[in-house]
């Protein structure tokens, strides 16, 4: 099991929004980071510190927080952003992950 | 431009050893954590450990400490995770990252931090 809880799957058409969620007790203390990771490749950084986008990922990738639950919000969804999503933040370990959701692009 | 590459992949047998390698470049090896992460077939990601190159600080993620050993070279700027005697169970793509934003007090890392840039991956496969 992993210490934050993801949606298996999440589905959206392109162009519409999806919306990832990430639950753990930590995360109203603890920062939250998001990786994207395409089949066959290993994960990219796209969100750290709950908010900020790292330089090269695109602006419609945004997260957010609300208490013990994080979001990571991507505007517009393109068919090249199908891929699993996985968020991480520290809690009982330095380093703690979901256990990933995989965005369909329909 | 931080870069990470590892060694290839490898298939290996029940009981034998194995010692695996992610070449850093692009930084100051010996001021930075450098940590390696397990993906098992299908699943998600497990923190294994990390180590500070400039003093051989390692620590250990509790599911992995005495499974595997993690060592690093500062002559070649590379880190190592290694396992004398494999099991099928260790079938995984083992990456290595650096870890960002570690904070230690009094000797305990109390935040994680983040993990960036990643290796490519070296996938491991034991198999009778």
């Known amino acids: 099991s992993y210490g934050l809880t993801q949606p298996p799957s999440v589905s959206v058409s392109p162009g519409q929004t999806a919306r990832i969620t990430c639950s753990g007790d930590?995360?109203?203390?603890?920062?939250a980071y998001w990786y994207q990771q395409k089949p066959g490749q290993a994960p990219v950084l796209v969100i750290y510190?709950?908010?900020e986008r790292p330089s090269g990922i695109p602006e419609r990738f945004s997260g957010s927080s609300s208490g013990t639950i994080v979001t990571l919000t991507i505007s517009g969804v393109q068919a090249e952003d199908e891929a699993d999503y996985y968020c991480?933040?520290?809690?009982?370990?330095?380093?703690?992950f979901g256990g990933g959701t995989k965005l369909t692009v329909l | 431009e931080v870069q990470l590459v590892q060694s290839g992949a490898e298939v290996k047998k029940p009981g034998e050893s194995l010692k695996i390698s992610c070449k850093t470049s692009?930084?100051?090896?010996?001021?930075?954590?450098i940590g390696w992460v397990r993906q098992m077939p299908g699943k998600g990601l497990d923190w294994m450990g990390i180590?500070?190159?400039?003093?051989?600080?390692?620590r250990y993620s509790p599911s992995f400490q005495g499974q595997v050993t993690i060592s690093a070279d500062k002559s070649v700027s590379t880190a190592y995770l290694q396992w004398s005697s494999l099991k099928a169970s260790d079938t995984a793509m083992y990456y290595c990252?650096?870890?960002?934003?570690?904070?230690?007090?009094?000797?305990?890392?109390?935040?994680?931090?983040?993990?960036?840039?990643w290796g490519q991956g070296t996938l491991v496969t034991v198999s009778s």
């Open positions: 180590i500070y190159p400039g003093d051989s600080d390692t």
């Open positions: 991480q933040s520290t809690d009982s370990s330095p380093w703690v």
């Open positions: 692009g930084y100051s090896f010996t001021s930075h954590w």
């Open positions: 510190k709950d908010t």
């Open positions: 930590a995360l109203p203390k603890q920062y």
């Open positions: 990252a650096r870890p960002q934003e570690i904070t230690i007090i009094r000797g305990v890392i109390t935040v994680g931090g983040w993990f960036d840039p």
